[in-house]
């Protein structure tokens, strides 16, 4: 059983940070290729996986640095 | 630091404070049960009245309905403009995949993926197979074409995620499919428990000790895995072989870690009750028996909202583990609320004369059980196939021997019948060894 010490949860917020960071820029890439199949559905494949990634990672740091 | 963590998939969620790993349950849900109420037709309905805000405890999480296969049976003859009625989450254009529910208690259910949900799948997967030791030398055959059934797409997407390098079985008879993990050098396999058996038999029979085929991990699914029946299978390959706990509509929510005694929930992706069989309003306590109540966190194609799936299963004792991971843990499945029969007033599961048999009896194969109505009387039977034929002498004391046997364990007289090597049918996905010939169970 354990809780996250200061530095495990500087590294969460970090990598919780760059997950944002990486959606907003493929929802920027989202934008530009509007209406273009390669870049639609690659972007589509991206984005569920930063979903994941929000559910494993965002979502404890969040919760974390809440207290 | 680095190699201790990579005992885990995710290490912080995994060996989180349980506090906190039910705090964050609680928060999905509420997101979960706001989401579903916006986007699903069924549940628009049913949980209308509801404030999802207003969920802060597990008493208030139990005065949410409960969803069985019934209310998705008729949710997905809704009107939305889709196969899948009033069950979808999302907009038609964005289902990606198309499973459906095995049919064994009805009219399949059809369950749609968006290519989000189906990635939230198959990290759950991801979890499971990382948790059996599965790793990127693994080379991992999976015997079957899969179909529409969803357990084996999950593991073959899961196992390439990890890392493995996976082949599919499919389209090879199981001679076949023997020879090819021969030729590959494949180390992992993902079947039925019924299939592993299967395949050893087979092999035997083409001249190979199923140890000798490499196999060092095999991940079972499909059908409940006594421990009994797992000891046999990793006897029989000489392969660590681990189970894990779930279904078509609400995934894989519990597994083995190296431990192999009992099944994480895994935390925070579900949140898992267990519940009074007789009054569904109340949680059983520690070590009872109840039927398991899952809501999977963040499947959004398909919501789902405390999805009753009528395994039996015990309250977990504690959580923790020597494995260092703080998920609670449930034992096995000990079988189905559908299956809990009252036979001459004595509660039996089908899975009680697996156990038996497996755990006492390796001189059985293969078995049948049937339920029967003789007048007033309930009649249960037992067809037992041994692995070798016998004389009339020995098929007599097998039979006698298990029948003392499970009159000792169930407290039910069986009448019990010894056919020939090769008798009984054989399964690949779910075994159907249990039949209820009875007009009206009830």
């Known amino acids: 059983m354990k809780h996250l010490d200061a530095a495990e949860l500087d590294r969460l917020k970090a990598m919780s940070l760059k997950i944002k960071e990486a959606e907003k820029a493929v929802m920027e890439l989202k934008e530009l290729g509007k209406g273009v199949p390669v870049v639609e559905k690659n972007v589509r494949s991206i984005l569920s996986v930063t979903y994941v990634l929000k559910f494993g990672i965002s979502d404890l740091a969040e919760m974390e640095a809440l207290d | ?442």
């Open chain 2, 1 to 442: 630091m680095e190699n201790q963590q990579r005992d885990y998939w995710n290490p912080w969620l995994e060996t989180l404070d349980p506090a906190r790993l039910k705090q964050i349950e609680m928060k999905n849900f509420r997101k979960y049960v706001a989401y579903a109420k916006e986007h699903s037709g069924l549940y628009r309905q049913k949980l209308a009245g509801i404030n999802p805000e207003d969920i802060k405890t597990m008493e208030d999480v139990r005065k949410l309905p409960l969803t069985d296969k019934e209310d998705l049976r008729l949710a997905q003859l809704g009107e939305k403009p889709s196969i899948y009625g009033d069950l979808l989450g999302v907009d038609p254009s964005e289902v990606s995949d198309f499973r459906q529910t095995s049919g064994t208690t009805g009219k399949p259910v059809y369950v749609p993926e968006s290519f989000e949900s189906w990635q939230w799948r198959i990290e759950v997967w991801c979890h499971i197979l990382w948790m059996a030791g599965f790793r990127e030398t693994d080379r991992v055959f999976v015997p079957f074409g899969y179909n529409v059934y969803v357990a084996f797409w999950e593991g073959h997407y899961a196992a390439e995620k990890v890392g493995c390098e996976v082949v599919p079985g499919g389209a090879l008879d199981t001679r076949g499919r023997i020879n090819k993990i021969r030729e590959i050098g494949a180390t992992g396999l993902m079947n039925t428990p019924t299939y592993g058996l299967h395949m050893a038999e087979e092999a035997r029979q083409m001249g190979i000790d199923p140890k000798k085929l490499g196999i060092r991990r095999m991940l079972c699914a499909g059908e409940p895995l006594p421990q009994p029946t797992r000891r046999l299978i990793e006897s029989t390959w000489g392969a660590e072989v681990y189970d894990h706990i779930g279904g078509t509509e609400p995934c894989a929510w519990a597994a083995m870690c190296k431990e192999r005694n009992g099944m994480h929930i895994m935390e925070p992706f579900f949140l898992v009750e267990v519940l009074n069989v007789d009054d569904l309003s109340k949680e059983v306590g520690p070590g009872e028996l109840g039927t398991v109540v899952v809501t999977p966190l963040g499947r959004r194609s398909f919501p789902l909202v405390r999805f009753n799936t009528k395994d039996l299963a015990r309250m977990p004792m504690k959580s923790g583990c020597s494995c260092g991971r703080t998920s609670m843990k449930v034992a096995q499945i000990e079988g189905r609320t559908d299956h809990l029969l009252k036979i001459r007033g004595v509660l039996f599961t089908p899975v009680a004369v697996e156990e038996c048999l497996r755990d006492e009896f390796p001189a059985v194969a293969e078995f049948e059980i049937t339920v029967r109505r003789t007048g007033i009387m309930d009649e249960i039977g037992l067809k037992v196939e041994p692995s070798e034929d016998m004389g009339s002498g020995a098929r007599e004391e097998l039979k006698g021997r298990i029948f003392e046997r499970l009159k000792h364990r169930t407290n039910l007289t069986f009448g019990i019948e010894v056919v020939k090597p090769g008798e009984l049918p054989r399964y690949q996905l779910k075994a159907s060894r249990f039949k209820d010939l009875r007009e009206d169970p009830k």
